[in-house]
């Protein structure tokens, strides 16, 4: 039987109408019902289901903001890397076209720098500077 068929089989039969206090009876029925015990095990059993999703939920959100930062210090490093060559080629580059350095910073304070002429020290003595080794009146 196919549902055309079955369409006219229900429009033949006689209409049933509902007894006098039908609907007043069936909701009063319903509401003296109290809650039954199905309820209970339902909202136990979302309750549960619930429990599990946020269980398994947050260590896998965990996991990708984990994984997140991970790729994120693997980014970081590669950065370092890169700019660490580029400074090592720029060093090389210097030492390949520097010549011997004049001056060497020795420190400070706030008052003075302290700075050592390279050059002075490549010069051979001046013969007409007097001795600074030899004191002052003394015969050689």
Request: contains cysteine.
């Amino acid at each position: 039987m196919d549902d055309q068929q079955l369409r006219e089989v229900l429009r033949s039969l006689p209409r049933q109408d509902a007894p006098e206090g039908f609907t007043r009876a069936t909701v009063q029925r319903l509401g003296a019902r109290g809650p039954r015990g199905r309820t209970w095990r339902r909202l136990a059993l979302v309750a549960a289901v619930c429990a599990g999703l946020i269980g398994l939920g947050v260590p896998l959100a965990l996991s990708l903001s984990e994984r997140a930062g991970r790729e994120q210090v693997r980014d970081e490093l590669e950065r370092l890397k890169q700019d660490h060559d580029a400074l090592e080629a720029q060093l090389a580059a210097l030492r390949a076209s520097e010549k011997e350095p004049e001056l060497l910073y020795l420190g400070g304070t706030d008052s003075a720098d302290y700075v050592l002429d390279l050059r002075q020290l490549a010069r051979p003595p001046d013969e007409t500077r007097p001795d600074r080794t030899k004191e002052p009146g003394a015969q050689m």
